[in-house]
């Protein structure tokens, strides 16, 4: 029997039902239905491609946030596919969390998986279905395709034969896996197939490497050649590391599950070929995969998409570099920085700093120029691990918030709390004037303040404001006694006039602090410190500890045009009992 009948027949008996699907178990069926896109030339088309496992990252929003600038300034196409073949792993509701945590950073997908007007899961686009568990019948169309040509079979290893497998190579430092004498299933027939099969025997289908690899060529496709069987090797180049070169892949490699779900090696490529992915960026913990990836493009006869394997996020821990860790590391998870209120303006123009060398450099040239107008580049990347810096991006953050507008600064605080704090939200949102008038308070001329990096730590120092928040924290100047306190406070309540400009404010305090004994400048009390009780500096600590309830504080005129007649009484009472 020839091998042509000998691999029909082993299609037909494990695939005879693609038969009557609307493919007709003809691959070239899915050529037509997900066409070449109509985009410019030279446009990016990338994907993120997570599994629904719950956990949201700041590895998925650097990785994301990559892809879809790549797309964008191309003039491309940015998806979301879920990559939900593995069923143990899913969490319920992971991808609406995974979508409103990137929007919340300001990223977003031209199609693919999306929320609709109900927050609950659609699509969009014409490459779907998006979700990887929905595109079975797919697989398995190219799957028999590779079967009725002899590059994959049916695998039949138990689990303990391939335990007992392992344990050999290992204690023989063998390379692991299934392979030459492993691949125990690898010339089966379809007879014998069938007959374990009725024996309901399990069985994975597995790639055949060694029909894969036996061609003795040199095939240069889409960046990588397939070097001969002589050299062993794959040499390919990387969108960011530039030339790499592996060994070739050897391994029957498991392409579709006992359950009849694909591993993420097989379905990823198909799906990012039918789907005319152009570039994959993804992290390094990909590469010792990629030319098992790059073998099944080949294989399959599609021209693989440019990879771009970027390098990991890592932190400082006791002198030494080491990978941020999910249980170690708070500052990994996306709600450490929606909880904290950093603005998602500063995570991505921190992020470009981390992406791209010649970041910095562009923003000193162009301060007010938005993000999108920086173009990115793989080539600029780094590939040895990113060091993340938090004091850098509050530094960043500090400077984003400063050239913002306080009304706009209002808003995402209101947006901050609404979230995070009902009652914050409560109290800010019942007079958003007054909120912006507080947060423009320091920002007016050509150094504005530049020292708050999140809305946590805005309204921790702000909070003074309102009633409800409101308390003594810092303790009198020490030179001050009690009677001076009540006496002080007492003169600046008979004389204080909102009307007053800032010259005659502060001289009405300066006749406070001579009438009390107090030197009306500082530097008069440090050239005679026995003629005074202290200086014009303390009485003013004082007023502003009663109003205020912190020793430093901005601008105390600004602070009490805004706090009114009525609460600046009730303060000074309060600070009398």
Same mark, same amino acid.
């Given at each position: 029997?020839?091998?042509?009948?000998?691999n029909i027949?082993?299609?037909?008996?494990?695939?005879?039902?693609?038969?009557?699907e609307?493919?007709?178990?003809?691959?070239?069926?899915?050529?037509?239905?997900?066409?070449?896109?109509?985009?410019?030339?030279?446009?990016?088309?990338? $994907?993120?491609?997570?599994?629904?496992?719950?956990?949201?990252?700041?590895?998925?929003?650097?990785?994301?946030?990559?892809?879809?600038?790549?797309?964008?300034?191309?003039?491309?196409?940015?998806?979301?596919?879920i990559?939900?073949?593995?069923?143990?792993?899913?969490?319920?509701?992971?991808?609406?969390?995974?979508?409103?945590?990137?929007?919340?950073?300001?990223?977003?997908?031209?199609?693919?998986?999306?929320?609709?007007?109900?927050?609950?899961?659609?699509?969009?686009?014409?490459?779907?279905?998006?979700?990887?568990?929905? @595109?079975r019948e797919?697989?398995?169309?190219?799957i028999?395709?590779?079967?009725?040509?002899g590059?994959?079979?049916?695998c039949f290893?138990?689990?303990?034969?391939?335990?007992?497998?392992?344990?050999?190579?290992?204690?023989?430092?063998?390379?692991?896996?299934?392979?030459?004498?492993?691949?125990k299933?690898?010339?089966?027939?379809?007879?014998?197939?069938?007959?374990?099969?009725?024996?309901?025997?399990?069985?994975?289908?597995?790639?055949?490497a060694?029909a894969?690899?036996g061609?003795n060529?040199?095939?240069?496709i889409?960046?990588a050649?397939?070097?001969?069987?002589?050299?062993?090797?794959?040499?390919? $180049?990387?969108?960011?590391?530039?030339?790499?070169?592996?060994?070739?892949?050897?391994l029957?490699?498991?392409?579709?599950?006992?359950?009849?779900?694909?591993?993420?090696?097989f379905?990823?490529?198909?799906?990012?070929?039918?789907?005319?992915?152009?570039?994959?960026?993804?992290?390094e913990?990909?590469?010792?995969?990629?030319?098992?990836h790059?073998?099944?493009?080949?294989?399959?006869?599609?021209?693989p998409?440019?990879?771009?394997?970027?390098?990991?996020?890592?932190?400082?821990?006791?002198?030494?570099?080491?990978?941020?860790s999910? @249980?170690?590391d708070?500052?990994l998870?996306?709600?450490?920085?929606?909880?904290?209120?950093?603005?998602?303006?500063?995570?991505?123009?921190?992020?470009?700093?981390?992406?791209?060398?010649?970041?910095?450099?562009?923003?000193?040239?162009?301060?007010?120029?938005?993000?999108?107008?920086?173009?990115?580049?793989?080539?600029k990347?780094?590939?040895?691990g990113?060091?993340?810096?938090?004091?850098?991006?509050?530094?960043?953050?500090?400077?984003?918030?400063?050239?913002?507008?306080?009304?706009?600064?209002?808003?995402?605080?209101?947006?901050?709390?609404?979230?995070?704090?009902?009652d914050?939200?409560?109290?800010?949102?019942?007079d958003?004037?007054?909120?912006?008038?507080?947060l423009?308070?320091?920002?007016?001329?050509?150094?504005p303040?530049?020292?708050?990096?999140?809305?946590?730590?805005?309204?921790?120092?702000?909070?003074?404001?309102?009633?409800?928040?409101?308390?003594?924290i810092?303790?009198w100047?020490?030179?001050?006694?009690?009677?001076?306190?009540?006496?002080?406070?007492?003169?600046?309540?008979?004389?204080f006039?909102l009307?007053?400009?800032?010259?005659?404010?502060?001289?009405?305090?300066?006749?406070?602090?001579?009438?009390?004994?107090?030197?009306a400048k500082?530097?008069?009390?440090?050239?005679?410190?026995?003629?005074y009780?202290?200086?014009?500096?303390?009485?003013?600590?004082?007023? $502003?500890?009663?109003?205020?309830?912190?020793?430093?504080?901005?601008?105390?005129?600004?602070?009490?045009?805004?706090?009114?007649?009525?609460?600046?009484?009730?303060?000074?009472?309060?600070?009398?009992?």
């Amino acid at each position: 029997m020839s091998n042509e009948k000998k691999n029909i027949l082993m299609a037909d008996l494990l695939f005879s039902h693609m038969l009557n699907e609307p493919s007709g178990g003809d691959t070239s069926y899915y050529e037509d239905v997900y066409p070449p896109r109509d985009i410019p030339a030279g446009a990016a088309v990338t $994907r993120l491609g997570p599994s629904p496992t719950g956990f949201i990252h700041l590895g998925n929003l650097y990785t994301a946030f990559m892809n879809e600038k790549l797309s964008r300034q191309t003039g491309g196409v940015f998806f979301l596919r879920i990559e939900d073949t593995d069923n143990k792993r899913e969490v319920e509701g992971a991808a609406i969390s995974l979508i409103t945590s990137l929007a919340h950073f300001g990223v977003s997908f031209d199609e693919g998986v999306a929320l609709n007007d109900n927050m609950r899961i659609a699509e969009r686009g014409d490459y779907g279905p998006y979700h990887q568990s929905q @595109r079975r019948e797919i697989y398995h169309a190219f799957i028999r395709k590779l079967l009725l040509e002899g590059k994959a079979y049916p695998c039949f290893l138990t689990e303990d034969e391939l335990s007992d497998v392992r344990a050999y190579q290992e204690s023989n430092r063998e390379t692991p896996g299934v392979y030459g004498k492993y691949a125990k299933y690898r010339n089966i027939t379809a007879e014998q197939a069938g007959n374990l099969i009725q024996g309901e025997n399990k069985y994975v289908i597995r790639l055949n490497a060694a029909a894969v690899n036996g061609a003795n060529r040199l095939l240069p496709i889409g960046g990588a050649d397939y070097a001969s069987e002589e050299k062993h090797t794959v040499t390919v $180049r990387d969108g960011i590391r530039g030339e790499l070169t592996f060994p070739q892949n050897e391994l029957d490699v498991v392409l579709l599950k006992s359950d009849g779900i694909p591993t993420y090696h097989f379905a990823h490529v198909i799906d990012d070929h039918l789907m005319r992915t152009t570039h994959v960026i993804r992290g390094e913990e990909w590469l010792s995969s990629l030319p098992i990836h790059l073998q099944l493009f080949d294989t399959l006869g599609f021209e693989p998409p440019v990879y771009c394997h970027s390098t990991v996020l890592m932190k400082v821990d006791n002198g030494k570099k080491r990978k941020l860790s999910k @249980r170690k590391d708070p500052e990994l998870s996306l709600e450490y920085y929606r909880e904290d209120g950093y603005h998602p303006q500063a995570i991505l123009e921190y992020l470009l700093t981390v992406i791209n060398s010649n970041f910095e450099e562009w923003r000193d040239a162009n301060p007010d120029a938005p993000i999108s107008e920086f173009e990115m580049t793989t080539e600029k990347m780094g590939v040895s691990g990113i060091l993340f810096d938090l004091d850098k991006l509050e530094d960043i953050s500090k400077n984003v918030l400063a050239k913002m507008p306080a009304g706009e600064l209002a808003d995402f605080m209101i947006r901050w709390a609404r979230i995070n704090d009902e009652d914050v939200y409560s109290t800010i949102n019942a007079d958003r004037e007054k909120l912006e008038r507080i947060l423009d308070i320091g920002r007016s001329g050509n150094k504005p303040r530049k020292d708050l990096a999140y809305a946590s730590q805005i309204w921790n120092f702000i909070n003074y404001f309102y009633d409800d928040y409101f308390e003594i924290i810092d303790p009198w100047p020490a030179n001050v006694s009690e009677g001076d306190v009540i006496a002080i406070l007492k003169s600046y309540g008979a004389s204080f006039n909102l009307d007053d400009d800032r010259e005659v404010w502060f001289a009405k305090i300066r006749q406070i602090a001579t009438m009390g004994g107090y030197a009306a400048k500082p530097k008069d009390f440090k050239n005679e410190p026995e003629k005074y009780k202290g200086h014009v500096g303390d009485v003013s600590e004082v007023i $502003r500890i009663a109003l205020v309830g912190r020793a430093s504080s901005p601008d105390l005129y600004e602070i009490q045009k805004i706090l009114g007649v009525d609460e600046i009484r009730t303060r000074l009472a309060y600070a009398m009992t």
